[in-house]
């Protein structure tokens, strides 16, 4: 059963960049055919999607976040990143990572990470 | 891109009875659209895919319908465990949209 476990610091000083890491068990994220996807929740808020990354390393940003957003893959440790620059106080969320996976002919975020809480704050 | 508006914002309702949800898009997403639950402190959970194929391991009780920019998710008959929040999402353009979720609260 694939699992999915976002890593990194809870705590980020204004203006830094913002890492984050998604650890895949049970599946190896170069297999192909899967999106591999972040998404953020804002305190109390709904989802913001922001991006993803393919297994062959394309990638799409939300427009919204385009400027400040980059994503990689490191298929020796079966994980992918995020990182966010330039971050401020409204960059403060829970971040998950999500598989992008086909049901049928639809994709669908159907495996997420537990999910990991960002604070932006000196 | 394409806004998903959820209604009501939130719903109050008693064990056994039945819950209606609706999302409406803001333009066409054919049926690319989905409906995830999330449970507080917990991550979202895919429920329904395709408008009205239930994921792997959902209750009949959950069914949803509607194609185009209309669609509603159906609780048939509400267990303990089904009040949280719930929300669709469209995979029809990019960027992914969520709507804003319905809060389903225990009356």
């Known amino acids: 059963q694939v699992q999915l476990q976002e890593s990194g610091p809870g705590l980020v000083k204004p203006s830094q960049t913002l890492s984050l890491t998604c650890t895949v068990s049970?599946?190896?994220?170069?297999?192909?055919?899967?999106?591999w996807s972040w998404i953020r929740q804002h305190p109390g808020k709904g989802l913001e999607w922001i991006g993803y990354?393919?297994?062959?390393?394309?990638?799409y940003y939300s427009p919204s976040l385009k400027s400040r957003v980059s994503m990689s893959l490191d298929t020796s440790k079966n994980q992918f990143s995020l990182k966010l620059s330039s971050v401020t106080a409204a960059d403060t969320a829970v971040y998950y990572c999500?598989?992008?996976?086909?049901?049928?002919?639809?994709?669908?975020?159907?495996?997420w990470g537990q999910g990991t809480t960002v604070t932006v704050s000196s | 891109e394409i806004v998903l508006t959820q209604s009501p914002a939130t719903l109050s309702l008693s064990p056994g009875e039945r819950a209606t949800l609706s999302c409406r898009a803001s333009?066409?997403?054919?049926?690319?659209l989905a409906w995830y639950q999330q449970i507080s402190g917990q991550a979202p959970r895919l429920l329904i895919y395709?408008?009205?194929n239930r994921a792997t391991g959902i209750p009949a009780r959950f069914s949803g319908s509607g194609s185009g920019t209309d669609f509603t998710l159906t609780i048939s008959s509400l267990e303990p465990e089904d009040f949280a929040v719930y929300y669709c999402?469209?995979?029809?353009?990019?960027?992914?949209?969520f709507g804003q979720g319905t809060r389903l609260e225990i009356k």
């Open positions: 395709g408008a009205s």
């Open positions: 333009q066409s997403v054919s049926s690319y």
């Open positions: 049970g599946d190896s994220i170069s297999s192909g055919g899967y999106y």
């Open positions: 999500a598989r992008d996976g086909q049901s049928k002919n639809y994709y669908v975020l159907d495996v």
């Open positions: 990354i393919y297994y062959s390393g394309s990638t």
């Open positions: 999402q469209q995979r029809s353009n990019w960027p992914i949209t």
